[in-house]
T-cell receptor, first 114, second 115 residues
Framework: GQQLNQSPQSMFIQEGEDVSMNCTSS?????WLWYKQDPGEGPVLLIA?????ELTSNGRLTAQFGTTRKDSFLNISASIPSDVGIYFC??????????????FGQGTILTVHP | DADVTQTPRNRITKTGKRIMLECSQT?????MYWYRQDPGLGLRLIYY???????NKGEISDGYSVSRQAQAKFSLSLESAIPNQTALYFC??????????????FGDGTRLSIL
């Protein structure tokens, strides 16, 4: 089946630093999504990307849908302590036998030191 | 907010017991999903339903069953629980459109421990 490789697996940074994480796939997706999960809660949608090459921002977060449709990255600028959590990429198919199904990356655990 | 509500939030039970996890949503979405989360593995799809009469297996459906009782309700059952089903379970919903590109929205999860 489809797999997403998300890196890095974990990051330890100082408050104020910028963060970058990415996902790559062996196959094409029609939509890329980035979620954040806080302890004891479900994943919350941060950014959705619908077109190859699309660059979208949400406050201090910026994400891009790779032109090959097989990768995406998420940047967080000027990190703050509340950015701590697990960040997941997810690819969504809009056709074939995988229609409407999400494939998740393994997650990036972000720790921000004050 | 509590658009997607899962009950119970925590459950400890014994091997061999039958367990039902429930999910209800107020978002009016047609599509509902059940995922399992294990450390280091992200979320994996167990079952999904695109409407009340539609049930589909995900990548790890063995040992699980589901019931879509109404548009707003989707329950997951473990007929005879085993310890390796200890995990976090998430319900999700999404709207339907012709393109199939609608993001999924998650509940807060059920932490299930099987002894």
């Amino acid at each position: 089946g489809q797999q997403l490789n998300q890196s890095p697996q974990s990051m330890f940074i100082q408050e104020g630093e910028d963060v970058s994480m990415n996902c790559t796939s062996s196959s094409i997706f029609n939509t890329w999504l980035w979620y954040k999960q806080d302890p004891g809660e479900g994943p919350v949608l941060l950014i959705a990307l619908y077109k190859a090459g699309e660059l979208t921002s949400n406050g201090r977060l910026t994400a891009q849908f790779g032109t090959t449709r097989k990768d995406s990255f998420l940047n967080i600028s000027a990190s703050i302590p509340s950015d701590v959590g697990i960040y997941f990429c997810a690819g969504l198919n809009a056709g074939g036998t995988s229609y409407g199904k999400l494939t998740f990356g393994q997650g990036t655990i972000l720790t921000v030191h004050p | 907010d509590a658009d997607v509500t899962q009950t119970p939030r925590n459950r400890i039970t014994k091997t061999g017991k039958r367990i039902m996890l429930e999910c209800s949503q107020t978002k009016g979405h047609d599509r509902m999903y059940w995922y399992r989360q294990d450390p280091g593995l992200g979320l994996r799809l167990i079952y999904y339903s695109f409407d009340v009469k539609d049930i589909n297996k995900g990548e790890i459906s063995d040992g699980y069953s589901v019931s879509r009782q109404a548009q707003a309700k989707f329950s997951l059952s473990l007929e005879s629980a085993i310890p390796n089903q200890t995990a976090l379970y998430f319900c999700a919903t999404s709207d339907s459109d012709q393109g199939g590109n609608q993001p999924q929205h998650f509940g807060d999860g059920t932490r299930l421990s099987i002894l």
